[in-house]
């Protein structure tokens, strides 16, 4: 049996930004909302029969202060058994909760992020986790083969996004969600996950490969977002996909080489644009050649970005350092084919030849093809 704690102390300082049409003022509370967690835990293992081990824990967490305090339980089960020819099945069902909520802009701009403390209007988010696996290896000649796959469910209550309007600026700008209350920026809701994990190795004795898999689906519902449909979670990104290949190419030289790809995550677009009109001061008509629009959101994460993918190359050499420390040194490309990964995205506006300004949806990368160099030494 192993059992153990912890006490963790946090401070959240509130942040508020006044802006005019000439400057920006940072004002920082002065008063910090304090709150104190304690986590008591205890597992212990099963020996069910030969290669077939269960394991059953509990995790109690309290946190909180003087205004409020949450005490949750977090029961766990798991089981691992090996069986003949080189199989495993392995299953797991837990509990877990979230005190401290992160919040990350919903739509266009920069990806901004902030974090809130539970309270007696924002509620520990929890969750139910399910799993269930199987593996299996593989030999013949020199080579070695394994794979396994792993197919989980995530039930989620409590979780928090802002309230349509809103995201990490304007609510610095305006309302903090502290003083007012969080409830006035933010919302809570209800999530569910689900997907499966599959990975493979193939080795020989001077190269391997790895590739590893994802096939998900997250989806989120608010009562007071999206009209209370559910929308695709931030979190939904399809497919994800890593393959990586090792080659020795001398006792002390290694050559690796990565390629990842992720299918596009949601994010929020505007449905509706409506352009500002202007009268014309010299025939007093109505002008609709102007570049400032006015945008409406009217469904949540309605749009999914570019899919990501690069390629990494390095090459390592292993040696001894002063002759008795193990080191290394790594040369590497990041990005080989300096794909444009899109790092946020936003709207702005192009004139046309007939004098209209229209607007248009552009996407900003920030890591093209760099070069890299490591060294290492371990004492």
Avoid: C
């Amino acid at each position: 049996m192993t059992s153990g704690g912890s006490v963790k102390l946090y401070g959240f300082s509130p942040v508020q930004i006044s802006q005019s049409d000439t400057t920006t003022t940072r004002i920082q509370s002065s008063v910090q909302i304090r709150q104190t967690e304690a986590v008591l835990f205890a597992e212990t293992e099963y020996q069910l029969a030969n290669k077939q081990q269960l394991t059953t824990g509990l995790r109690i967490n309290t946190i909180g202060n003087q205004d409020k305090m949450f005490t949750n339980l977090e029961p766990r089960i798991g089981y691992h058994g090996i069986f003949a020819k080189d199989f495993a099945v392995s299953a797991s069902i837990g509990r877990m909760t979230q005190p401290i909520h992160r919040v990350a802009n919903p739509g266009l701009g920069i990806p901004f992020e902030m974090f809130l403390p539970s309270s007696a209007e924002l509620l520990p988010e929890t969750s139910w986790n399910f799993s269930l696996g199987a593996a299996k290896d593989y030999s013949w000649n020199k080579n070695k083969f394994s794979m396994k796959a792993d197919a989980w469910y995530k039930s989620m209550k409590n979780i928090v996004d802002f309230q349509d309007g809103y995201d990490v600026l304007t609510s610095m700008l305006y309302k903090i969600g502290f003083s007012e209350g969080a409830n006035s920026i933010v919302t809570q809701g209800n999530g569910r996950a689900y997907g499966i994990d599959i990975s493979a190795d193939w080795s020989r004795k001077y190269w391997s490969l790895t590739a590893d898999y994802t096939l998900m689906q997250a989806t989120n519902q608010f009562d007071e977002l999206n009209d209370g449909r559910p929308f695709a979670a931030s979190t939904d990104i399809r497919h994800s996909l890593s393959i990586t290949g090792e080659l020795k190419l001398s006792p002390s030289w290694i050559m690796s080489a990565t390629w990842q790809y992720r299918s596009g995550k949601p994010i929020t677009v505007p449905t509706h644009i409506f352009a500002y009109p202007t009268f014309n001061p010299v025939t007093g008509e109505l002008d609709n050649t102007n570049p400032y629009f006015q945008v409406v959101e009217t469904e949540r994460n309605n749009y999914r970005t570019k899919a990501f993918h690069k390629l990494d190359i390095s090459f390592t050499h292993n040696y001894k350092a002063f002759k008795k420390y193990n080191g290394s040194i790594s040369l590497g490309i990041y990005n080989v084919y300096n794909r444009v990964n899109p790092y946020l995205y936003f709207i702005t506006t192009e004139k046309k030849t007939d004098g209209n300004y229209m607007p248009i949806l552009k996407s900003m990368s920030m890591f093209p093809i760099l070069p890299s160099f490591t060294w290492s030494v371990k004492f």
